[in-house]
């Protein structure tokens, strides 16, 4: 029998003496008055003297992380959900028999407790208890050295354990929950709906993505989880809710990555009688205000690199980016055999029939998008890899389209809404027939979109902010699985 299981043993037959005595190691009826941080903010600035005049009563309650014994005495240290403090049992106040069932705890126990304040010598806000119950008798020691894991996977897998151990990890998660929720309040205050639109659809849209597959038993159908929300959102646009968004989750059946988690959580926002410039700077105002409050300027550290969000960011043409950061010859911009022969040096794989824009955006990510740290709008993509982006109008082969990156990777996506019914239902067509060669692509054409175009769309401007990788960078986080607080795994063996 190993070490661990041996501790499980000796915790369980604590278990089943605990209630042999008749205490129940499960209750549910002790009620904490205050938490650790309360403890802290009210009591720390008061002086020794200020302290020991104060006559209140605390009721605290929190895991067990900490003992140091000293016969009659033990400090301990508890951890609620807003920190730690410590806590001071005497056995000539609590009385023998608490005394010696406290002896019995162990560090992850939970303990609701009750009493005053004071200060050690070593200027440490101390709770001396007065009475104490024990609320959860843990069975699993707590690991002992959680920090110098070296198996990151563990980490991810028993998260439950990352968060109790690890501060830094449980303030990356506050981050992102208070993050969303500065996205929410930015778009109500603007007068934007928060609506649901449906994650299993009977046709996957709005991206490209290999969808997962399901099936729908009563009604014998197949659906597949969604890769993106879009269409459904711009049918509510059409339905005339003018100002909407949706913190969504996604799906695609793709690669696992730094920066891909086959689930993962999108912000996507519509405003009708706005075009993507509008969107650019929405997005300036929103993310720069995100960084602002969350780091108190504009600047932000990035694994070594400093990023600054002040506004207003570089915006710079498709083409031009290519020129620039890739250096290419302009004549790959033309002829889509020099692009074809320049992809092939580079050793990317094209597909047979690839287009022209097609291929310049695979130049695009292997040339330009690494160099692109600092927020950088890349504007006029070509409308061979932009179906559901409106053309510009005075150059047919780009369209009115953005996208954002920033340390090297995409963070955003936006444009003008193609509106037009007979536009997209011919992109559409020509998408399906570049993909009829790719295996499992679901070649349906979305007739009930296009019938909702065919009513109306009003002029409409639409954008993407991928969530988990914005997390990313408020928390100098360097993979995905940081920032998700339960990343897709293989199965344990």
């Given at each position: 029998?190993?070490?661990?299981?041996?501790?499980?043993?000796?915790?369980i037959?604590?278990?089943e003496?605990?209630?042999?005595?008749?205490i129940?190691p499960?209750?549910?009826?002790?009620?904490?008055t205050?938490t650790?941080?309360?403890l802290?903010?009210?009591?720390d600035?008061?002086?020794?003297?200020?302290?020991?005049?104060?006559?209140?009563?605390?009721?605290?309650?929190?895991?067990?992380?900490?003992?140091?014994?000293?016969?009659?005495?033990s400090?301990?240290?508890?951890?609620?959900?807003?920190?730690r403090?410590?806590?001071?049992?005497?056995?000539?106040?609590?009385?023998?028999?608490?005394?010696?069932?406290?002896?019995?705890?162990d560090?992850?126990?939970?303990?609701?407790?009750?009493?005053?304040?004071?200060?050690?010598k070593?200027?440490e806000?101390?709770?001396?208890?007065?009475?104490?119950?024990?609320?959860?008798?843990?069975?699993?020691?707590?690991?002992?050295?959680?920090?110098g894991?070296?198996?990151?996977?563990?980490?991810?897998?028993?998260?439950?354990?990352?968060?109790?151990?690890?501060s830094?990890?449980?303030?990356?998660?506050?981050?992102r929950?208070?993050?969303?929720?500065?996205?929410?309040?930015?778009?109500?205050?603007?007068?934007?709906l928060?609506?649901?639109t449906p994650?299993?659809?009977?046709?996957p849209?709005?991206?490209?993505?290999?969808?997962?597959?399901?099936?729908?038993n009563?009604?014998?159908?197949?659906?597949?989880?969604?890769?993106?929300p879009?269409?459904?959102?711009?049918?509510?646009?059409?339905?005339?809710?003018?100002?909407i968004?949706?913190?969504?989750?996604?799906?695609?059946?793709?690669?696992?990555?730094?920066?891909?988690?086959?689930?993962?959580?999108?912000?996507?926002?519509?405003?009708?009688?706005?075009?993507?410039e509008?969107?650019?700077?929405?997005t300036?105002?929103?993310?720069?205000?995100?960084?602002?409050?969350?780091?108190?300027?504009?600047?932000?550290?990035?694994?070594?690199?400093?990023?600054d969000?002040?506004?207003?960011?570089?915006?710079l043409?498709y083409?031009?980016?290519?020129?620039?950061?890739?250096k290419?010859?302009?004549?790959?911009?033309?002829?889509p055999?020099?692009?074809?022969?320049?992809?092939?040096?580079l050793?990317?794989?094209l597909?047979?029939?690839?287009?022209?824009?097609?291929?310049?955006?695979?130049?695009?990510?292997?040339?330009?998008?690494?160099?692109?740290v600092?927020?950088?709008?890349?504007?006029?993509?070509?409308?061979?890899?932009?179906?559901?982006?409106?053309?510009?109008?005075?150059?047919?082969?780009?369209?009115?389209?953005?996208?954002?990156?920033?340390?090297?990777?995409e963070?955003?996506n936006?444009?003008?809404?193609?509106?037009d019914?007979?536009?997209?239902?011919?992109?559409?067509?020509?998408?399906?027939?570049?993909?009829?060669?790719?295996?499992d692509?679901?070649?349906n054409?979305?007739?009930?979109?296009?019938?909702?175009?065919?009513?109306?769309?009003?002029?409409?401007?639409?954008?993407?902010?991928?969530?988990?990788?914005?997390?990313?960078?408020?928390?100098?986080?360097?993979s995905?699985?940081?920032?998700?607080?339960?990343?897709l795994?293989?199965?344990?063996?």
């Open positions: 029998m190993d070490e661990t299981s041996e501790l499980i043993q000796q915790r037959k604590k278990l003496a605990l209630r042999k005595d008749g129940d499960y209750p549910n009826d002790f009620r904490a205050h650790s941080k309360d802290h903010e009210a009591l600035p008061l002086s020794d003297e200020e302290l020991k005049s104060a006559e209140e009563t605390f009721r605290l309650a929190g895991r067990i992380m900490a003992i140091r014994d000293f016969g009659k005495a400090f301990i240290h508890i951890q609620d959900r807003k920190g403090i410590q806590v001071y049992l005497q056995k000539d106040t609590v009385g023998d028999e608490a005394f010696r069932l406290f002896k019995t705890f560090i992850g126990d939970f303990i609701g407790l009750e009493g005053k304040v004071f200060r050690t070593t200027r806000l101390t709770l001396q208890v007065q009475k104490f119950q024990l609320l959860v008798k843990s069975l699993r020691p707590l690991p002992e050295k959680w920090h894991l070296t198996d990151i996977e563990a980490r991810y897998r028993q998260r439950y354990l990352d968060l109790i151990a690890n830094r990890v449980k303030e990356i998660f506050l981050t929950i208070m993050t969303i929720q500065k996205i929410r309040n930015f778009f109500i205050q603007r007068d934007f928060e609506v649901e994650m299993l659809h009977p046709i849209g709005g991206a490209t993505a290999k969808p997962f597959r399901t099936h729908h009563a009604l014998d159908m197949e659906l597949y989880l969604r890769v993106a879009e269409l459904f959102l711009k049918r509510l646009v059409i339905g005339g809710l003018e100002r968004f949706e913190i969504n989750r996604s799906f695609r059946n793709e690669g696992v990555s730094t920066l891909h988690n086959p689930e993962f959580t999108m912000l996507e926002f519509y405003q009708s009688y706005a075009t993507y509008e969107m650019m700077e929405m300036e105002e929103l993310l720069s205000s995100i960084v602002k409050e969350i780091h108190g300027g504009l600047r932000l550290n990035y694994q070594g690199e400093e990023i969000f002040t506004p207003p960011w570089r915006r043409f083409k031009e980016s290519l020129l620039e950061y890739g290419v010859d302009p004549v790959i911009l033309k002829e055999s020099r692009a074809i022969e320049l992809a092939k040096r050793g990317l794989e597909r047979r029939g690839t287009s022209h824009g097609k291929v310049l955006d695979d130049l695009f990510k292997e040339l330009v998008e690494p160099h692109l600092q927020p950088t709008f890349i504007t006029h993509y070509p409308t061979e890899v932009s179906p559901l982006s409106r053309r510009n109008g005075k150059d047919m082969d780009v369209v009115d389209r953005f996208e954002l990156f920033i340390a090297g990777r963070i955003a936006g444009f003008s809404e193609l509106n019914p007979v536009d997209q239902r011919e992109r559409f067509v020509r998408q399906l027939k570049e993909r009829a060669d790719e295996a692509a679901v070649l054409l979305d007739e009930d979109f296009l019938r909702a175009l065919e009513f109306g769309m009003p002029p409409t401007a639409g954008e993407g902010i991928g969530i988990d990788r914005w997390v990313m960078l408020l928390t100098d986080a360097p995905i699985r940081d920032v998700i607080f339960f990343p795994l293989r199965m344990e063996k």
